[in-house]
């Protein structure tokens, strides 16, 4: 598995391009493919099966997932940490690409857009966070749906009950009572060994730092994929952002839940493959790569 410096550690990452030529600077730049918390670029397989044809695609390991060593520090693990290692991996392809975000690695993708808009051709975010933004605009109904689920998942761990912290989070993901009891003996152990993983995501979350003037500056056309069974809070954010972000589509996945990657590949690879098609249909006036807009 390949893999470049971040932080000065190893931070690893999943390549398909089914023998396509890249070039630095090509139309055809990278998608770049960011994981949800505490799974791993494995969960793209699917989806990249559906585009490595068209597309050369690249897939990182966040800190302390997959083959990715754990965040160093100094201080807990923050939503601009994982931005850096993501650019890290795309100054290594040319300077800019198109992201592709899912939950904690949506909030990843609008880090790096915020911060570094010449980084970025088109942005995919698939149900991201940004709960302080709900704070922040009076839905203190819909953080408290989010921050309960929070809180019971740290309880349980703290206690040492893994399995209940994890059934309550995937219960309330899949919507229904009864999901984790559904999920296979192998993949609860998994879950369940994930769950310092999952602890600094929600330190993470908690420390949020993006905005909705933020989110009103961005400068990439915008994909904002929800699901049909998305939980609350995860409907609330992608409303927060539809209404700030100034070139934005959004596109609801009928049946789907919170991992439609993985449950509805066919239709998140479609819905990427569509975005990307678009904007390649148009003259592209940004800088290209290594270049700079004056501001």
Known sequence: MPSFAAQGVAAHYLEWQAGLEWEAGHRGRPVVLIHSGSNSASQWQ?????????????????????????????????FDAEAELVQALIERFGGRAHIVGHSFGGGVALRIAARDRDAV???????????????????????AGYAGVRDRFLAAAAEEDY?????????????????????S?????????????????YQAQDSNPTTLQ???????????????HAAAAECGVCDLIADAAPDTRSLVIAGAGHMSPVSHADEVAAAIDAHIGRAGDRPDTRPQAGERAER
Do not use: K
Request: one cysteine or more; aromatic letters at 8%.
């Open 46 to 78: 699917e989806v990249a099966a559906r585009l490595a044809a068209r597309h050369h695609l690249l897939a990182p390991d966040l800190y302390n997932c997959g083959w990715t060593s754990e965040w160093p520090g100094p201080g807990p693990l923050t």
């Open 121 to 143: 051709d088109t942005l995919t975010l698939i149900e991201p966070p940004g709960y302080p933004m709900l704070s922040a605009a009076g839905r203190t109904d819909l953080y």
């Open 163 to 183: 399995e209940g912290a994890w059934r309550t989070f995937i219960d309330h993901y899949h919507g229904r009572v009864g999901a984790w009891e559904a999920l």
């Open 185 to 201: 003996e192998r993949a609860q152990r998994s879950l369940m060994a994930r769950t310092p993983t999952q602890i600094g995501v």
């Open 214 to 228: 933020e989110i009103a500056r961005l400068g990439a056309e915008t994909l904002l994929i929800r699901c049909e």
